[in-house]
């Protein structure tokens, strides 16, 4: 594969808001997490389904939202220094010789640990596409569905449809540096923040991008390169847009994903744990949070981090067995607070 391996204590499979709690939770044992996400920024479903509504149940926080908690659990894991490896699946699991377990995503990131765990939720977040005839042809070399590298436009004309947060950032954070760029709707409100909608319909006023009202009805290009892109609009004109890449940002659906086939035993879509160790049927993976299913399971925030702080203590005995495991309260332990670099407050 010729790719660099990656050696960590802990493999976490989601960066929801369980997920990032169980870096805090193993950091405070000493143990070292990568953290793995097919979305472009950590927060699962806090970010991607709710990031402004409040939460009323997290414990001595009488209301947070989806982002304030979000933010909290980076700051709050970010002694521990963790490794995210973003916009890309956990693909593939595979045990080694040595009884540690190898995770490969879709971005060819290898992974070696003693730990897995698996924190995702109800699935991965994958965008819904569009149902245009000729997709298949142009989706390799044509068509993104998430922005990894804005360099990548730079002077291209673009296509962007949708009208949610996602195609309305990204018309206006790419307009500065893309070609032309086109923002296609199928209607003339905008379901993203009122904010961003504002910026680019300012932008479109300036002249510095189109938005057009209607739907794309042809694709067109040679060799999966697209070269125009056909838009009929809600008053039945007919436009041909120049278009290097399209980027259809049509919401976002959940899947279990590869995770599914890995060979752990599942009850519908959720995974099967001990509930006092939240080990699943192979030794050394872990699943805890939404994605995880025992008798008393309840589907919380707040029971997630419960399960993260027992988690990473079975997880610690079981992979590091002679290492002696810091106990106590974050309040007194000395050793605790060094590794929060708080000793000497
Ligand atoms: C509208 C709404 C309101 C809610 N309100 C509350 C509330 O008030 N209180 C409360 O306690 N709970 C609430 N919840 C539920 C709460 O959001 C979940 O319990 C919580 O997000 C579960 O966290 P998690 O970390 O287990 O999973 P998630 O937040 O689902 O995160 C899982 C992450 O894993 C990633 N992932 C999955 N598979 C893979 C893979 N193979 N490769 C890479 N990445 C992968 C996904 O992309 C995702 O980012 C609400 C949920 C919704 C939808």
Redesign the pocket.
């Known amino acids: 594969m010729g790719h660099k391996i990656a050696t960590t204590d802990m493999i976490i ?7 990032l709690f169980a870096v805090f939770e193993a950091g405070l044992l000493g143990l070292k997490c990568h953290l ?4 472009d920024r950590a927060g ?3 970010i ?3 990031p402004e ?1 409040p ?3 997290i414990p001595s926080r009488p209301a947070v939202t989806g982002q304030e908690l979000v933010d909290d659990l980076m700051q709050q894991a970010s002694p521990f220094d963790p490794t995210f490896h973003l916009s890309q ?2 693909e593939s699991l595979k045990k080694l010789d040595n009884g540690h377990w190898r995770v490969t995503t879709t971005r060819e990131h290898v992974i070696d640990a003693p730990i897995v765990v698996v ?7 994958v965008a819904k596409k569009p149902p245009y005839k000729k997709l298949a042809e142009f989706e390799e070399k044509s068509i993104d569905y998430a922005v990894h590298k804005m360099e990548k436009y730079k002077g291209k004309n673009l296509v962007i449809v949708g009208g949610g947060d996602s195609a309305l950032d990204w018309a206006v954070n790419l307009a500065p540096i893309a070609g032309r760029i086109t923002l296609v709707h199928r209607r003339e409100e905008f379901r993203g923040a009122y904010d961003t909608a504002q910026q680019m319909l300012a932008l479109a006023a300036k002249g510095i991008l189109d938005v057009e009202y209607g739907n794309v009805t042809d694709l067109v290009g040679v060799d999966g390169q697209l070269a125009n892109v056909e838009i009929t609009t809600l008053k039945g004109e007919v436009l041909n847009v120049a278009c290097d890449y399209m980027l259809p940002f049509m919401g976002l659906k959940v899947k279990l ?3 599914a086939e890995w060979g752990l035993n599942l009850d519908r879509k959720n995974v099967e744990v001990n509930p006092e160790t939240f080990e699943t049927t192979q030794e050394g993976i872990y699943a805890i ?3 995880c299913i025992y008798p008393s399971k309840i ?4 029971t ?1 981090f419960y399960e993260a702080a027992v988690m990473v203590r079975a997880a610690f005995k079981y992979a590091f067995p002679d290492r002696k495991m810091a106990g106590g309260y974050t309040t007194t332990n000395t050793v605790i607070q060094e590794r929060l670099g708080v000793a000497d407050k």
């Open positions: 499979i989601g960066t929801g808001p369980v997920g793995i996400d097919n979305l699962g479903q806090c991607e389904l709710y509504k939460i009323y149940d699946q956990a924190a995702a939720g109800a699935g991965s977040f994903g590869p995770i949070g939404d994605v589907k919380l925030i707040l997630g």
